[in-house]
């Protein structure tokens, strides 16, 4: 158990809805990362949230935003969906503001799938 | 065109046997490469961490090498048990990219008895 909690597990809705992903890093971690790793493709990074502020942008389309809360937990938001964003989406924690030596934590994932 | 590159895609090797794994890169310069192990359905776990300037580190029977002359690394598995089979992932830390990770595509390995 890696102290990344992911809500919810698993997440099945149609094409043009929307949904929020929730992830709450591990004790004392500052940094969430948001990944998506679609069926047989490598992990994609979307996004890094540090203390509540943004701090790197990756592969994230403009019809997904994501925040960090002052509890520091963090919510992905994806909109207008389509079939080609059915992925497991992951978060990751961290110490580190940057993405440096530090270890990235992993979640246990969510599997969004679009119908 | 995908920066990390890892070989083979897929292996199956028989329980107890030693197999290496490899990652080229083109990513730089780089801070750090990372090997993580991912079992099915679940998020990736960190196996090693080499900053530019260390050759070879271990982590139990995992052992991983690095050449940055060659942008080369492998992750070596001693003794493989049926609990290895998993995918390895290479991940490289692009500095000119503000410090992202770079992920491959891993190696689906899988120990059969």
């Known amino acids: 158990d890696s102290g990344v909690t992911q809500t919810p597990k698993h997440l099945i809705t149609a094409t043009g809805q929307r949904v929020t992903l929730r992830c709450s890093p591990r004790s004392g971690d500052l940094s969430v990362y948001w990944y998506q790793q679609s069926l047989d493709q490598g992990l994609q990074f979307l996004i890094q949230?540090?203390?509540?502020?943004?701090?790197a942008k990756g592969n994230i389309l403009e019809r997904f935003s994501a925040q960090q809360f002052p509890d520091l937990h963090s919510e992905l938001n994806l909109s207008s969906l389509e079939l080609g964003d059915s992925a497991l989406y992951f978060c990751?924690?961290?110490?580190?503001?940057?993405?440096?030596?530090?270890?990235?934590?992993f979640g246990p994932g969510t599997r969004l799938t679009v119908t | 065109k995908n920066q990390v590159e890892q070989s083979p895609q897929s292996l199956i090797i028989l329980e107890g046997k030693n197999c290496t794994l490899q990652c080229n890169y083109t990513v730089s310069p780089f801070s750090n490469l990372r090997w993580y192990k991912q079992d099915t359905g679940r998020g990736p776990v960190s196996l090693t961490i080499m900053t530019f300037s260390e050759n070879t580190k271990s982590n139990g029977r995992y052992t991983a090498t690095l050449d940055a002359d060659t942008k080369q690394s492998s992750l070596h598995i001693t003794a493989s048990q049926l609990s290895d089979s998993a995918s390895y992932i290479c991940v490289v830390n692009a500095m000119e990219y503000g410090n992202k990770l770079v992920f491959g595509a891993g190696t689906i390995l899988r120990v059969k008895s």
């Open positions: 990751a924690s961290s110490e580190d503001p940057g993405q440096g030596l530090y270890e990235q934590y």
């Open positions: 949230y540090y203390n509540g502020e943004e701090r």
